[in-house]
């Protein structure tokens, strides 16, 4: 069974950093197209991040230059580090398998940046 | 792209058929457009694929159809999990974007 468990949700001041992960089972991160998905509180739907093989990385424009998304095929884990986090940046972070389609969606890690 | 969904909201009773709609700003080629179904508190699920094609488990009583900028996501009778919030997605071009969200919600 296809599972993603995200942790390392918090509270964190702006200008902080943090570092998201996600745990999957049931298959290998190492040959699937691994997302990070963001929502906002009470609104919508924000794609974030993709790493896909030899670890090839795209972001949204309004992350670029500030998160990156990386993997350990070792853990079967994929990472999404935030720096210079802002206000806007507190949403659920979900984490997500696919191109494009994502088939499979982990519980989320809330993540608030507040002072 | 832009998708633009309405209504915004969806008064109906148990049973009844739910029509929403997904206008993209530009066409999305292939039919690259997917539905998922976010039901309070949990996360997003896929329902729909290449504007027509159902996820695994999802039964047939929801259909997406549709082409070019025009898409429709159609559930036949409501059923209690039903009532949510639905998001079409194009993944024609990078970023990856998603509708605004219609919630479908108990009359």
């Known amino acids: 069974e296809v599972q993603l468990v995200e942790s390392g949700g918090g509270l964190i001041h702006p200008g902080g950093s943090l570092r998201l992960s996600c745990a999957a089972s049931?298959?290998?991160?190492?040959?699937?197209?691994m997302n990070w998905v963001r929502q906002a509180p009470g609104k919508g739907l924000e794609w974030v991040s993709v790493?896909?093989?030899?670890?090839?990385?795209y972001y949204a424009d309004s992350v670029k230059g500030r998160f990156a998304i990386s993997r350990d095929t070792s853990k079967n884990t994929v990472y999404l580090h935030m720096n210079s986090l802002r206000a806007d940046d507190t949403a659920v972070y979900y984490c997500?398998?696919?191109?494009?389609?994502?088939?499979?969606w982990g519980q989320g890690a809330r993540v608030t940046v507040s002072s | 792209i832009v998708l633009t969904q309405s209504p915004g909201t969806l008064s109906l009773s148990p049973g009844e058929r739910a029509t929403l709609s997904c206008r993209a700003s530009?066409?999305?080629?292939?039919?690259?457009l997917a539905w998922y179904r976010q039901n309070p508190g949990q996360a997003p699920r896929l329902l729909i694929d290449?504007?027509?094609n159902r996820a695994t488990g999802i039964p047939d009583r929801i259909s997406g159809s549709g082409s070019g900028t025009d898409f429709t996501l159609t559930i036949s009778r409501l059923e209690p999990e039903d009532f949510a919030v639905y998001y079409c997605?194009?993944?024609?071009?990078?970023?990856?974007?998603f509708g605004q969200g219609t919630k479908v919600e108990i009359k």
């Open positions: 997500a398998r696919g191109w494009g389609i994502f088939d499979h």
């Open positions: 530009q066409t999305v080629s292939n039919d690259y």
């Open positions: 997605q194009q993944y024609v071009t990078s970023p990856w974007t």
């Open positions: 790493i896909y093989s030899g670890d090839t990385t």
């Open positions: 049931g298959f290998s991160v190492s040959i699937h197209y």
């Open positions: 290449g504007a027509s």
